[in-house]
């Protein structure tokens, strides 16, 4: 189960951090929790981090298809915002094999959860449709820090990736690259020293 952890940084940390991002040595990017909200049950099931490189074998739904309509929105979720991403119907499609409304569940979660009134839109909500099948919704939006190197000897990455204390998962390397780390929240202040002595 993907755990995000919220910390205040220090100020050293945080141009420590900084520094670190600014020679390519740690790279940030918005990273959130994926979930499915199942259409058939109303159930929302936890999938891991929103990073590919993490959940390879991520489920694949069938209702987003390339020509399935979608939309996207921010809305109320929990305790706090989400991204939601969802397939909706399209009447001119009634009876076509199109028809998404003919093959998948109506989702009455996300019908519920998109038609809140603080709902942001963010692509195509419609007004009039229903939504139909699986859905997409990521919650914990926020940074995130992984540290790479495109050129490391053998085994170096994970013998320097036993050495750190904050949370994170090793990503295997590919295509001739390093390993990669992935940090759960933002690196301590001791791993960013140890960053930053063996490659700043």
């Avoid at 499915?36 to 298809?65: C, M, P, W």
């Avoid at 959860?113 to 709902?119: E, G, I, K, N, Y």
């Avoid at 919704?137 to 490391?152: E, G, M, N």
Wanted: some cysteine; overall charge negative; hydrophobic content about 35%.
């Amino acid at each position: 189960m993907a755990k995000a952890i919220r910390t205040k940084p220090s100020k050293t940390s945080r141009a420590t951090v900084k520094e670190l991002e600014t020679k390519g040595i740690l790279l940030g990017e918005k990273i959130g929790i994926e979930h499915i909200v199942r259409a058939a049950t109303g159930q929302v099931e936890e999938q891991g981090f929103d990073l590919y490189d993490l959940s390879k074998k991520r489920e694949r739904l069938a209702n987003f298809h390339p020509n399935a309509p979608t939309c996207s929105a921010w809305v109320s979720y929990g305790s706090g915002r989400a991204q939601l991403t969802a397939t909706y119907g399209n009447n001119r499609w009634l009876g076509t094999p199109y028809d998404l409304s003919s093959i998948f569940s109506e989702n009455c979660l996300v019908d519920q959860l998109l038609r809140q009134p603080d709902t942001r839109e963010i692509g195509g909500v419609p007004s009039g449709e229903k939504f139909y099948g699986d859905a997409l919704l990521v919650t914990d939006i926020r940074q995130h820090w992984t540290l790479r190197r495109r050129q490391a000897e053998e085994g170096e990455i994970e013998f320097f990736n036993e050495t750190l204390s904050t949370p994170r998962t090793l990503i295997e390397g590919w295509n001739g690259y390093a390993p990669r780390i992935f940090f759960h929240e933002e690196p301590n202040e001791d791993d960013l020293i140890f960053i930053k002595l063996r490659f700043g």
